[in-house]
């Protein structure tokens, strides 16, 4: 049963315009959301993260949009560069204390020159 | 230099044999994770810890043993009834929701 869903697998946007990359949730326990950033044969890197009290969290150029309602959440980068290119995984958890974290299955992001 | 290290880089083992991969921190975290990634999909959760001397399975913990004697160290063992070693591993650890990842080993089975 995936809880976390990242329906794109990929995604390529041009240099200077904006990347969104969308995640999906089933289980409304969820309250705590993170995005990560995935080099191959690296490992993750937390780039933003939302509470559900909230509907808008952003850091830089990175804006991270939560619609409970829809139980959908959005990662836009503005603008987007060639270094952004890389797997963007999405995950949830219960609460802000430490715990499982459920990932999604990851986007590719492609950012052309 | 504070973080999380795992080692080795690339492992190679013969199919049958057990194999300990070593992930340590010194970020002073309680917990730690260890995490399974193959290719197409997301992070699955093998074992976690909260607390020394304290262990969960995760979501896919069959074929996987684990310690945790120490705060500093979670050794991970693949065991010859994991069905399908071969993939790249990730151990974490956090403070708190935001969990801070090692650089992986890659496990191939020949």
């Known amino acids: 049963d995936q809880q976390v869903k990242q329906n794109s697998p990929s995604l390529s946007v041009q240099e200077g315009r904006i990347s969104i990359l969308n995640c999906d949730y089933t289980?409304?326990?969820?309250?705590?959301f993170l995005w990560y950033k995935k080099y191959p044969a690296e490992g993750p890197t937390f780039l933003i993260s939302?509470?559900?009290?909230?509907d808008k969290n952003e850091d830089g150029r990175f804006t991270v949009f939560l619609n409970k309602s829809a139980k959908h959440l959005s990662l836009h980068i503005v603008p987007s560069q060639p270094g952004d290119s890389a797997v963007y995984f999405c995950?949830?958890?219960?609460?802000?204390?430490?715990?499982?974290?459920?990932f999604g299955q990851g986007t590719i992001l492609t950012v052309h020159p | 230099d504070g973080g999380i290290t795992q080692s080795p880089k690339y492992l190679f083992r013969k199919e049958g044999q057990n194999v300990t991969l070593s992930c340590e921190q010194n970020?002073?975290?309680?917990?730690m994770y260890w995490y399974r990634q193959d290719p197409g999909q997301g992070l699955r959760l093998i074992y976690y810890?909260?607390?020394?001397?304290?262990?969960q399975k995760g979501d896919i913990a069959e074929g996987y043993s684990v310690s945790r004697e120490k705060k500093e160290s979670f050794p991970l063992t693949v065991t010859s009834a994991q069905k399908n070693p071969t993939a790249f591993y990730l151990c974490?650890?956090?403070?708190?929701?935001?969990?801070?990842f090692g650089p992986g080993t890659r496990l191939t089975v020949l």
């Open positions: 970020l002073n975290h309680d917990a």
């Open positions: 810890s909260q607390i020394v001397n304290d262990f």
């Open positions: 974490a650890s956090s403070l708190n929701a935001e969990q801070f």
């Open positions: 939302i509470s559900s009290i909230k």
């Open positions: 289980n409304s326990m969820f309250d705590y």
């Open positions: 995950a949830a958890n219960y609460g802000t204390s430490y715990g499982k974290l459920t």
